[in-house]
């Protein structure tokens, strides 16, 4: 009976949100809340699972109590990745001693970006080890060979024990170490298969404590849920110090790359890349990328221009009104916050007075953008009634305002940067709230004021 006890498995649940266990399941997380995000998990103690774990620590095997104003910088210094778009997304480039994810859905590029950066890095001298833990030696060449970067002189590795990349990249001392993919990769005393909530989370743990005791950038590659999340528990996204998200569908040639956390730099800012059959190629102005030229007005097309970090990015709003075949109206949009286009329908409804409840509405940003900016509530609510009244707007005109539950046109912050861009891509109107203290005429572009969305559509009719 000992022998049979001490062999038995022991079960706990681990929360998926914060990384907490519990010995019994229940249906919300006691530590953060989360609900139905607790899941099985295996624990197989063993003595030698817990030999020398607690030494694990970050800035050199002796630590000393000094005062901030004493602690050196001179030596954090970013790193060029010699990608102007991938770089402004990093803050600047990569910080030394960083941990870096890069999440995404398969065949987005995420190896495509990692392999040709460090194949850039690597000609100009910095020295770099690329870890494949799906892929083999040859695939990779192939890959390489595709991308026009089979000539380079990047170090690779094909290896999933993480015992065996430790001790190679302490041998190499890479100044860049990129694990492709995370969920691959394991270490052999602990119990589990690689990609299972407690290896990701102890390989995570001791990549963060190589990166940061030896000042060796090291990037992630990790693969997302259908909800596309980063898989495994959120701690994950907690112990690294960058988070990047592709963003975009997989079989339209541009992608965006987001930054949903930095612990060195803004959070707020976008990159744009166009995948071609050399691999992933920076938009300098992706603008003209999101806008189409040549193109007749037709109705239920406005442009907008959204605020991403210091970018000021404009973009095309489409809908598409049409009588509805059904008992209930479809609404269906992309890119936009469905919630957010029944409101903008309400009030125009209620205050605009389109008569569109019997009517199916389709709502979209041109180019596979996806936008949250409530200062594009304006254009999409002129998009729906230009195509429902049949009236078009010109391609050189602009609409930016956020619409209250009052029907009032709200100002948005950095109105006169949104405009000064929508001026250099060639804008001659712009449809802007009231409140803005802006003159009749600006660098050439007229200013149309509005107080309300009544105002709005007024102005509108007034083109028929």
Not at 277 to 283: A, D, K, M, Q
Not at 352 to 366: E, L, R, T, W
């Amino acid at each position: 009976m000992g022998t049979a006890s001490k062999n038995k498995k022991e079960i706990e649940y681990l929360c998926a949100d914060c990384g907490n266990t519990t010995p019994k399941w229940v249906g919300k997380c006691p530590f953060c809340g989360a609900w139905n995000t607790l899941k099985e998990h295996v624990v197989e103690p063993s003595p030698d699972v817990h030999v020398g774990r607690g030494g694990r620590g970050l800035g050199g095997p002796v630590h000393k109590v000094v005062a901030l104003r004493d602690v050196a910088t001179e030596d954090t210094r970013r790193l060029s990745t010699a990608n102007a778009e991938f770089d402004r997304v990093l803050g600047g480039g990569l910080a030394p001693g960083s941990l870096v994810l890069i999440g995404g859905d398969p065949g987005i590029g995420k190896s495509t970006l990692v392999l040709t950066t460090l194949a850039t890095m690597t000609a100009a001298g910095v020295k770099s080890l690329y870890v494949s833990g799906e892929e083999s030696a040859c695939q990779v060449k192939l890959r390489s060979e595709r991308l026009n970067v089979s000539g380079s002189d990047m170090l690779l590795l094909c290896e999933t024990s993480l015992e065996k990349i430790i001790e190679q990249a302490k041998e190499i001392k890479p100044q860049v170490l990129v694990i492709d993919s995370i969920q691959t990769v394991y270490k052999g005393d602990l119990p589990g298969t690689p990609g299972s909530p407690g290896q990701l989370r102890e390989c995570t743990l001791d990549l963060m404590v190589f990166a940061k005791n030896t000042g060796c950038i090291t990037i992630l590659i990790g693969h997302v849920t259908k909800d596309g999340q980063i898989a495994g528990p959120r701690i994950l996204e907690h112990m690294v110090d960058t988070v990047v998200y592709f963003e975009g569908d997989r079989n339209h040639q541009y992608r965006l790359l987001r930054t949903i956390k930095n612990r060195f730099g803004a959070t707020d800012e976008i990159g744009v890349f166009e995948m071609t059959s050399h691999g992933l190629v920076s938009v300098p102005n992706p603008s003209k990328v999101f806008l189409q030229e040549n193109i007749p007005p037709t109705p239920g097309s406005v442009v907008c221009c959204t605020l991403e970090g210091s970018r000021a990015l404009l973009f095309e709003t489409q809908a598409l009104v049409n009588q509805t075949g059904f008992a209930v109206p479809q609404r269906v949009a992309a890119g936009i916050d469905p919630k957010r286009l029944t409101i903008i329908l309400a009030l125009l409804e209620k205050f605009g007075g389109v008569a569109i409840g019997a009517s199916d509405v389709f709502a979209s940003i041109a180019g596979g953008m996806k936008v949250t900016d409530a200062s594009s509530d304006l254009a999409l609510a002129l998009a729906i009634a230009s195509n429902h009244l049949g009236i078009p707007l010109g391609r050189q005109t602009i609409a930016v305002g956020e619409l209250g539950l009052s029907g009032e046109v709200r100002s948005v912050s950095l109105l006169d940067q949104r405009l000064k861009e929508a001026r250099r891509l060639g804008m001659v109107e712009a449809v802007v709230p009231a409140s803005g203290k802006l003159p009749e005429v600006l660098d050439g572009m007229k200013i149309v004021r509005v107080h309300s969305l009544s105002e709005a559509v007024s102005w509108l009719m007034d083109k028929k």
